[in-house]
């Protein structure tokens, strides 16, 4: 019989690398030789009979077994079932039937090799994940607990599986989190303490959307809360020393020009309050305010018997008031503002019309927090004295915004700045 079958699976197109008379030798060839399938009959030479050897070779090594046999009553049936059999061969039997049976079984045993493979690199991932992951079926009762989610409650797999989900993970919900798209949470541990963590709950779902189940993701985000607090408060800290620096460098350019005091700040102000009407940011409206409180730094380089002389000044005198631009340019270039604070203190006299100074720049090259920044300068100077005149007020300041809109100073600036005034009844 076993010399007739081989011929057959040769013709067929199989290999066969060996027969064995007893269960005892099919165990051993197929230890040695591994083959793709085994096809055995149930009665064997021998102690083994084909059934024993069938589960013995399935429990050792994996292989697929077709059982062969004349024997095909229900209690030799049933038996040969408990060993997994892939397929069961009555004799006598075609060589279609045969070729039939043994594709079968190769593409069983072939998908049954995949998804075992599949299911082993699932299972090392999950095990290797940072992430707790809790996998309950569908009536809500966990089947799955990978080795972070054993460390993060506290509570060994054991314990976990079999429990019902929402017994085992407890977690009041929170907000968002923006940047992941989960949701923050604070987990509540079977141990009695809590944790801050990141889930994402998702169904699992069949081909037809029913529910298979639910899986819940979470990860401990303490550390990483902890250290966002640590740099908001540095970055606070660091907001804090800038408001000094700036404070220090606004009370030193006031301290030489005791005449202009207070001038910084109401220009800063008003400049501020002007981006903030035109829609700036928070952000850049800061950096306005910032460069207007320290906008005139550079007078430190003008002599005090200028600054307080009681008369016009004459064209070198105003040579050097000008140059207080680019002095305040050298002193704020190296400091590392979040704004451009040198830069807006470097074009804050420069005009539309290119008849500023100390670059006599278009519209083009000029900053529009630093037109912002001049117009504020022009409206303040005029609403305070100076040492060679009384102030014109401010109906003449705001005469010569409107004189010199689109020409000296930015049109929508100076709409701004009206409005601002005449509408909005702002105040210095």
């Known amino acids: ?5 081989r011929h057959r699976l040769t013709r067929l197109g199989y290999a066969v690398v060996g027969i064995a008379d007893t269960g005892e030798q099919a165990v051993d060839m197929a230890g040695e030789l591994v083959p793709d399938l085994i096809l055995m009959d149930i009665m064997l030479a021998g102690k083994m009979d084909g059934v024993e050897a069938a589960a013995c070779i399935r429990d050792r090594y994996a292989v ?24 069961y061969l009555i ?26 493979k599949t299911e082993r690199l699932t299972a090392v991932t999950l095990k290797c994940l940072g992430e707790g992951l809790l996998t309950a079926d569908e009536t809500g009762h ?14 060994p797999a054991a314990a976990i599986v079999g429990q019902p989900l ?47 189940g639910t899986v819940v993701v979470f990860r401990d985000v303490s550390l990483r809360q902890a250290a966002e607090r640590a740099l908001r408060d540095s970055v606070a800290n660091l907001r804090c020393a800038l408001t000094e620096t700036v404070n220090a460098l606004t009370v030193t350019s006031e301290k030489r020009d005791p005449f ?12 501020a309050a002007l ?27 003008v002599p005090s018997e200028i600054l307080a002389k009681p008369e016009a000044l004459n064209a070198m005198e105003m040579g050097i008031v000008h140059g207080h631009c680019a002095v305040g340019h050298e002193i704020l270039k190296d400091i590392p503002f979040p704004w451009p604070v040198a ?32 117009l504020a300068d022009v409206v303040e100077a005029m609403n305070s004295h100076r040492p060679y005149r009384v102030a014109p007020g401010r109906e003449a300041a705001l005469a010569e915004i409107r004189s010199g809109r689109g020409r000296l100073y930015d049109p929508d600036v100076v709409d701004c700045c009206l409005e601002l005034f005449l509408r909005d009844g702002y105040r210095f």
């Open 1 to 5: 019989m076993a010399i007739d079958v």
């Open 64 to 87: 697929p077994v077709v059982f062969l046999t004349a024997h095909s009553d229900r209690a030799t049936l049933r038996r040969a079932g408990g060993a997994g059999p892939y397929g």
């Open 91 to 116: 004799k006598p039997f075609e060589e279609r039937e045969l070729q039939s049976a043994l594709e079968i079984a190769l593409y069983k045993s072939r998908m049954e090799r995949k998804l075992a």
């Open 142 to 155: 966990v089947v799955f607990a990978n080795p972070a989610a054993e460390r993060l409650l506290g509570v």
């Open 166 to 212: 929402d017994v085992v993970y407890r977690a009041t919900p929170g907000e968002a989190n923006g940047a992941t798209e989960r949701e923050v949470a604070v987990l509540h541990c079977p141990g009695g303490h809590d944790v801050p963590v990141e889930q994402t709950t998702s169904p699992i779902l069949d081909a037809r959307g029913t529910s298979l």
């Open 260 to 271: 202009t005091a207070g001038h910084q700040q109401r220009v800063s102000h008003l400049a």
């Open 275 to 301: 981006a903030g009407r035109l829609g700036l940011s928070e952000e850049e409206c800061e950096g306005i305010r910032v460069a207007g409180l320290v906008h005139d730094i550079g007078k430190i380089h």
């Open 343 to 374: 830069r807006m203190v470097l074009e804050h006299h420069e005009r539309m019309d290119g008849s500023g100074y100390p670059g006599r720049l278009g519209p083009e090259a000029v900053l529009m927090a630093s037109r912002i920044l001049a």
